[in-house]
């Protein structure tokens, strides 16, 4: 087994760009995901279990759009969507426009490795979670002030906040984890891409891995996350990889949106059509942190 330099880079979302009064905040929790997974993964942890812990601590943050602090759809309720998948024998669970979970990703974890279906979605994925022995929470525990306010107030599109990350260990494994609260007002049973593997979610050990983030239908179609790791292919540079990626899902669909990526050598690389991407990745030895 050769031993591998781990990578990793996390996304809080792409979209309109984030009030100053939110960016401390947001800042701090890309930095304590960030730590969490890298400890992970300094230790000889799997990718896997770097982009899990990462997302968790991301959906426990009521700063992002996943988890608590969900956005609300337009009956004022939370539906989430999350998905992970691992690069070596392509794993992956997925969970869709689940109301009642505090942690989606862990959900798509644990239907993962039962290996018995990769997607639920609503009263079935909530029953999979309660037989597995998480505990449901209430709407009350996910909603917090600032979506309620945004709720009764514009009912318009706002900041960007759902959660991803990709990463490589030290084995030469990848892996990326996604998940949402969705889009602001969507219709109640939409689910995005971020429950969707190939669309919001995708790795590969022999190319790399990928988590997107922004419009999920013009995501959806144009499966963006396979499309950018498909670039990978010939050592391109994952950065080139992203913006090519990019360029196809807006020439085609007009969608904006953002994705982070890395490759089987553990180069980073990001790009976005919006005006604003959260981002948390290592340049060097420095822990760059853009909100
Ligand atoms: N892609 C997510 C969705 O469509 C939303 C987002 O990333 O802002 O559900």
Redesign the pocket.
Known sequence: MTRRQPALILHG???ASVPAAQRPLRQQGLERAFAAAWAILQHGGTALDAVVGATVAMENDPEF?AGVGSCLNQDGEVEM?ASLMEGTTYRAGAVGAVRHLRNPILVARALMEEGRHVFLVGDGAERFARARGFLPVSREELVTERQLRRWHATRTAGE???VGAVALDRAGRVAAATS?G??FNKHPGRI???AVIGA?TYADDTLGAGS??????A?IRATLTRTAVDYLRDGRDPTRAAQAALTLLHRRTHGEAGIVLLDALGRVGYAYNTPAMSLAFLSGDTLVVQV
Do not use: F, Q
């Open positions: 979302g792409a979209g759009n969507d960007p906040g759902t949402t969705g889009i995005g891409d971020s919001g997107a983030t922004g419009d999920g239908e995501i």
